[in-house]
């Protein structure tokens, strides 16, 4: 019966770390850009600059065609980087998923830039043009 017990607690902890650190990406989200549609960022990204946020290699494999290869890890580490996106201009953000967009906008966001989007569903759900290396 204790194990029983202790099984439940441990899911249930689980499931409250998980939901914890959904609404922290959340309020991440929401505190430094908007997320925006597939057929959104079509529409608007000729307007703007679209920001593939994933490692390079990952770029190389394929990513969105227009889009600018600026990882969120090297941008991290060496803000320089970040003087390839004007902040005068929409950001377009994506990534795989959605962490290092997130990372990226707070990061562009502290930076001074305001107009920050990210792409909802990622590269992993792009149905658009893409481009292979």
């Given at each position: 019966?204790?194990?029983?017990y202790?099984?439940n ?6 499931l409250?770390?998980i939901?914890l650190?959904?609404?922290y990406?959340?309020?991440?989200l929401?505190?430094?850009a908007k997320?925006i ?5 079509q ?13 390079k290699?990952?770029?190389n494999?394929g990513h969105?065609?227009?889009a600018?290869s600026?990882?969120?890890t090297?941008a991290?580490?060496h803000k ?5 996106i004007?902040?005068d201009?929409?950001?377009?953000l ?5 962490v ?6 707070s ?8 107009d ?18």
């Open positions: 019966m204790g194990f029983i202790t099984l607690a441990i899911i249930i902890i689980t409250i770390g939901g650190y959904q609404l990406f959340y309020l991440k929401k505190a430094s997320y549609t597939q057929e959104e960022l529409e608007n990204m000729r307007k703007g600059q679209l920001i593939d946020v994933r490692e290699e990952e770029f494999r969105i065609l227009g600018r600026v990882p969120y090297i991290r580490a320089e980087y970040l003087t390839a004007r902040k201009s929409p950001v377009y994506y990534d795989n998923k959605k290092f967009s997130i990372n990226m906008a990061l562009l966001k502290k930076e001074g830039y305001t920050i989007y990210v792409l909802k569903g990622g590269y992993s759900n792009w149905t658009g043009k893409t481009k292979k290396k």
